[in-house]
Every structure is written in C-alpha cells, then in structure tokens.
Antibody, heavy 118, light 106 residues
Framework: EVQLVESGGGLVKPGGSLRLSCVAS????????MTWVRQAPGKGLEWVSS????????YYADSVKGRFTISRDNTKSSLYLQMDSLRAEDTAVYYC???????????WGQGTLVAVSS | DIQMTQSPSTLSASVGDRVTITCRAS??????LAWYQQKPGKAPKLLIY???SLESGVPSRFSGSGSGTEFTLTISSLQPDDFATYYC????????FGQGTKVDIK
C-alpha cells in the first residue's frame, strides 16, 4: 500500500520560511514524479509544484515561483518544499502526491497545515 | 494558462439519483483530464484519468466522458458514500483544477 506522509507545517509570520517534507513508502519512489498541491481553508485545490523522478524537470505555479523550492532525495524516499517569503495567502493544507511524468496524481498524503499570520 | 470551469458548483441529490457534473477547459486538452473525489478533512482521491479510464478500485457507477474542451463525470446511482466534492483536473499543460462541485443530500 502506498503511503505518503507530510510533515513540517505550522504557524509562521509573514515573510518567514518553512520547510515541508513528505516521506513515501510502498512504492518505488525514484520511478515517480512528485507534486505539492495546496488547499486554502474552505477553498479548492491549487497545484503548487512538481518534480520529475530524477529531478531533471521542475515546475512551479506562478503564485509561488521565486519563493518556493521543490526538491527530492530518492535515497530517502523523500520530497521537500522550501517555502520562503511566506504570505498570508499561502495559508493552506499542503498535500504531496505522486504521479507518472505529467500525469494525474495517483496517491495523496493526508496533508500538513501551514498558517501564515502575525 | 488553461482554465477549468465546473458546473454546477453545488448539486443536491438523493440516493439512487443519476448525477452528472460538467467540466469545461478554456482550450483543447485532448483527453488529459482527471476527476477526483474529496470528503471533508480528507485528501482527494483519484477516480478517473484520461477522461474515461476508471482508477483501480473505483466503483463502476462512476464514469467519465468527453474530449477536447467538454467533459462529464456521471454517477449512475448515487450512494451514501458519494456525497462529497468532486474536482476535475487538466494535465495537458502543467496541472489545473476546476473549482469543485459539492454533491450534497437533497
């Protein structure tokens, strides 16, 4: 059974930084692209960033480009999201998900809440 | 950017009803469309990919159709477990979600 477990969320002040992690099990992590998707309270889903299996291809939504950095460590079956210059509008539950390259998102973690507030 | 528009935003239905949700893309996405189901406090779950392919383990009462810019998700006979919010997603160019359709009890 595929399991994706996010961590690293919390309360941070505007302009601050946070690093999210996602640990995968039950799949050959190095064979899959990985993605972060977020959901603001009471709102819909927003794609944030994706990284290919060997980190060759990296994509960002315009809303986070230049502020967020996605990375992965295949030796640790782990995905990361470094979030800098955080804004109130970044407040959301952040999910990680896996996919085949440029595909839909097969499995999702349970999410981690990021709250940006002074 | 490709925009995805779902209708309706909310749908009230009864157990046993046939339910149809529509998703429109702002430009052609061929068949690169997925549907997800999300229940409150839970992560989304993939139901359908490539417009009409049923994900493993998903009940056959769910079906998808369409290509180009117009797509539908149909639930042939609504079950109690199906009351949830449904999202379409294009993956032709990056990834974009529709705004969601909440299916609630009539």
């Amino acid at each position: 059974e595929v399991q994706l477990v996010e961590s690293g969320g919390g309360l941070v002040k505007p302009g601050g930084s946070l690093r999210l992690s996602c640990v995968a099990s039950g799949l050959t992590f190095s064979s899959y692209s990985m993605t972060w998707v977020r959901q603001a309270p009471g709102k819909g889903l927003e794609w944030v960033s994706s990284i290919s299996s060997s980190s060759d291809y990296i994509y960002y939504a315009d809303s986070v480009k230049g502020r967020f950095t996605i990375s992965r460590d295949n030796t640790k079956s782990s995905l990361y999201l470094q979030m800098d210059s955080l804004r109130a509008e970044d407040t959301a539950v952040y999910y990680c998900a896996n996919s085949v390259i440029r595909g839909p998102f097969d499995c999702w973690g349970q999410g981690t809440l990021v709250a940006v507030s002074s | 950017d490709i925009q995805m528009t779902q209708s309706p935003s909310t749908l009230s239905a009864s157990v046993g009803d046939r339910v149809t949700i529509t998703c429109r893309a702002s430009q052609s996405i061929s068949s690169w469309l997925a549907w997800y189901q999300q229940k409150p406090g839970k992560a989304p779950k993939l139901l359908i990919y490539k417009a009409s392919s049923l994900e493993s383990g998903v009940p056959s009462r769910f079906s998808g159709s369409g290509s180009g810019t117009e797509f539908t998700l149909t639930i042939s006979s609504l079950q109690p477990d199906d009351f949830a919010t449904y999202y379409c997603q294009q993956y032709n160019t990056y990834w974009t979600f529709g705004q969601g359709t909440k299916v609630d009890i009539k």
